[in-house]
Every structure is written in structure tokens, then in C-alpha cells.
């Protein structure tokens, strides 16, 4: 418990005094020092969270969340579809196929991935029923094509445009085996918000494109869509098990290499910004040190009336603990404020100097995400809190171990 003496002391040793100037400053430097660190810490940390969730937004919102893969071209059996337990945990279920081409046009040639979709599963998509989706949602028929919009931009195209693609699949014929060439008619244009995939994927007709790679009904994949595609992992035991003689991955373990980077990047920088706090907390044990040094004939005075030692111990421990504490809470306002506000902060100050902060072209997104997370905003207080707790020991111990006599001795 702490006595009414020793608040009262506590709090005249942090009222300011002129002859306190270089104290006064320390303490002030220390208290923005943990506030700014606290606030950098949860921006930042905000600002990852608001990537990650928007990047797997992006992710799962174009792709399938779980895919069944037949082996050596077994035919996935239709009857296991009506599992009760995959009903209760999809919403989709979709048969589809997919390979690489490439698509000419004019005398520019591109790589890209053919997924190819029934016309009644395509509608489906999320990505079709999109606000960016431009052109007939309801149409994927025969050697019609549908392409991403930064794909059209590429290559020039619009919709109602002719573009050859050719397939990696050869034909036979008296001079060799030479490569398949279709014309396909652009019917729609998508916009996934992730330039890779709209750039590098296109929508055609599931019969169409079996014909054009020389696949078969065994080779097509089942492409499941989660009612909750964010608990990822427990479901996909569930489609394992009622797929056990297949390849069953998400849309987790495509993107495994990205998301270990992602996870590994905000690691590194929660500990490089909590050396900020670090650094700053370390300016309390310069000012309780000169605090004590100042304070050296009260404390002393203090001890002749018979204050205890702990009692000084907590007097000193509590002045170090307030400032942490205050500057926590001053940091976590802060940091909250601009979290709340950095995407109108940015745009701000791109109009003003005229540059961008934020490019869509290496981000993939054109807003700047903010992700405010309470598990983090406590993280980074508690560990705040607890760093001012430990520098507040020491120089708080030493006030304790001053001898009375020798302090009074020269006044």
C-alpha cells in the first residue's frame, strides 16, 4: 500500500522548480521520447495488420479457398459433393481447370494463366460480382474471354476485341507437332485489386479450354468456397477427410512464402521500434539519478523523521512509474488518433508536396489499410509499462541506501 505521505512527496517531486531546469528537460524528453515510441509502434503495427487483412481479402475473395486435386487423372467422384459435412461449411462447390498460354496481340506476347469456369459457376465468382467488373456477367461461352483490366491496359484491348492465344498443348501434324492457336472474343473485364492477378490471369469457358489444353473430365480440380474462409485450417482437415484419396491445399498454403514474409517483417519491426521505448526509458533513470542527487538533503531529512526506507524506495519508484505510465497513455491516444486517420493523413500530404506515399503500383492497393488491434495496443502498453517499472528500480534503491549523517554533514 502506498500512505498518504508518500503521495504527497511523490507528487512534489514531480511539480517543476526553476532550479530543476535540466531535470525539467530530461523528464520532458523522456516522457515524449516513451510516448512518440509507443504511438510509432502502434501505427506501424496497425498499418501491417490493415495490409495483411486486406491482402487476404484480395486473396481469398479472387481464389478458391480450397482445392481438391485428383491424382494420376481420377475422376473426382460427384457423390461425395452432397457430404453433409461439406455443405455445412461451403457455400460454393465448383468443378474448373486451369493452364498456361500465351496471348498475342499486335506484336505484343504475353504468358498468362487460363482458369476455365462453367458459365454457370463463372456468375458465381466473387470477383464477377464485383463493383470493378465491367461488361456481361452471364456470359462465358465458347471462345469468349474474360480478362483483367490491367491485362486490357497491356495489351490495348476493350471489350468486343479479338485476341489469339496459344496454348502450350501441341498438334499433330505432317511436318511435327505444332502449338494450338484459338481467337477469342473479349466479353468482360474484372478488377481483383492485386495488378499480379490482373495481369496474369484470364476467365475462359471450362468445355473450351479442356479442348484447347487436351484435358479430360479427370483432369478437372474441385474448387470449394468456405462460408468462413479465414479458419482455414480447421476446414481443410474436414475436406481431407472427405477427399482422402486426392490433393487437398488452400488458398493459405498457395501463399504460404508471402504471408511467412509478411509475419516475418512485423516481427523485426516491433523489435527495432521497441528499442525506441527502450531508449527513452532509459532517460528515467538519468532523471530519477539527478532527482536523487537533488533531492540528496531532503531525503535525508525525510530519513531523521523517521520515514522508512521502502518508504523512500516507493516515494522514487513512483515518480519513474507515473511518467512511463502518463507517457504510455499520452502514445497510445496518439498512435490510436493516426491510425484512425492515416489514409486522410497520406492523401493530405500527397497534394501538399505533390508525391506519392502510398504507390498502388508496388502496394497493389490504393488506399493505405489501418487495422486498429486491442491484443497489440495492450501488448505494446504492458511492455511499455514494464520497461519503466524496471529502470525505476535502481535509482530508486539507491535513494534508499543514502546515509542521513553524511548528506547533513555540510549543511
Request: glycine share 6%.
Amino acid at each position: 500500500m502506498i500512505s498518504t505521505l508518500e503521495k504527497e512527496i511523490t507528487f512534489r517531486f514531480l511539480k517543476a522548480r526553476k532550479k530543476d531546469g535540466f531535470l525539467n528537460v530530461i523528464s520532458i524528453f523522456s516522457f515524449i521520447g516513451i510516448g512518440l515510441g509507443v504511438a510509432v509502434l502502434i501505427i506501424v503495427m496497425s498499418v501491417m495488420n490493415g495490409f495483411r487483412t486486406e491482402l487476404i481479402n484480395k486473396i481469398v475473395g479472387f481464389n478458391a479457398h480450397i482445392t481438391v486435386k485428383p491424382y494420376e487423372k481420377k475422376y473426382i467422384n460427384p457423390a461425395r459433393f452432397s457430404n453433409v459435412q461439406l455443405n455445412s461449411i461451403s457455400k460454393n462447390l465448383m468443378l474448373s481447370n486451369s493452364g498456361e498460354a500465351i496471348i498475342i496481340q499486335r506484336n505484343i506476347s504475353k504468358g498468362i494463366v487460363l482458369r476455365g469456369y462453367t458459365q454457370n459457376d463463372f456468375s458465381k465468382l466473387d470477383i464477377i460480382n464485383d463493383e470493378g467488373f465491367a461488361g456481361d456477367r452471364n456470359n462465358l461461352k465458347k471462345n469468349y474471354i474474360s480478362i483483367g483490366k490491367e491485362l486490357s491496359f497491356t495489351l490495348g484491348l476493350k471489350i468486343g476485341d479479338d485476341v489469339t492465344i496459344m496454348s502450350s498443348s501441341g498438334i499433330e501434324t505432317v511436318i511435327g507437332s505444332l502449338p494450338k492457336k484459338k481467337i477469342f472474343t473479349v466479353v468482360s473485364l474484372f478488377e481483383s485489386g492485386l495488378a499480379d492477378f490482373d495481369n496474369n490471369i484470364a476467365f475462359v469457358n471450362l468445355d473450351t479450354l479442356d479442348e484447347f489444353f487436351n484435358l479430360t473430365e479427370n483432369d478437372r480440380n474441385l474448387e470449394i468456397y468456405l462460408k468462413n474462409p479465414q479458419n482455414i485450417e480447421n476446414q481443410k482437415i474436414i475436406v481431407e477427410k472427405i477427399f482422402p484419396e486426392e490433393f487437398v491445399f488452400s488458398w493459405a498454403d498457395t501463399n504460404s512464402s508471402l504471408f511467412s514474409a509478411l509475419k516475418v517483417e512485423r516481427n523485426v519491426m516491433f523489435i527495432i521500434l521497441t528499442l525506441i521505448i527502450i531508449v527513452a526509458a532509459f532517460n528515467i533513470i538519468s532523471g530519477l539519478t539527478i532527482l536523487v542527487k537533488n533531492k540528496t538533503r531532503d531525503i535525508a531529512i525525510l530519513k531523521s523523521i523517521g520515514v522508512l526506507n521502502k518508504s523512500i524506495v516507493k516515494i522514487f519508484f513512483l515518480v519513474g512509474v507515473i511518467i512511463g505510465t502518463s507517457a504510455t497513455i499520452f502514445g497510445i491516444l496518439l498512435g490510436v488518433i493516426f491510425s484512425m486517420y492515416i489514409e486522410n493523413l497520406r492523401q493530405f500530404l500527397s497534394d501538399i508536396f505533390n508525391i506519392s506515399l502510398f504507390p498502388e503500383e508496388i502496394y497493389f492497393l490504393s488506399t493505405m489499410p489501418s487495422e486498429i488491434n486491442p491484443s497489440s495496443i495492450f501488448l505494446i502498453s504492458l511492455f511499455s509499462i514494464l520497461i519503466t517499472i524496471i529502470v525505476s528500480i535502481f535509482p530508486a534503491l539507491k535513494a534508499a541506501k543514502l546515509d542521513p549523517v553524511q548528506s547533513l554533514k555540510y549543511e
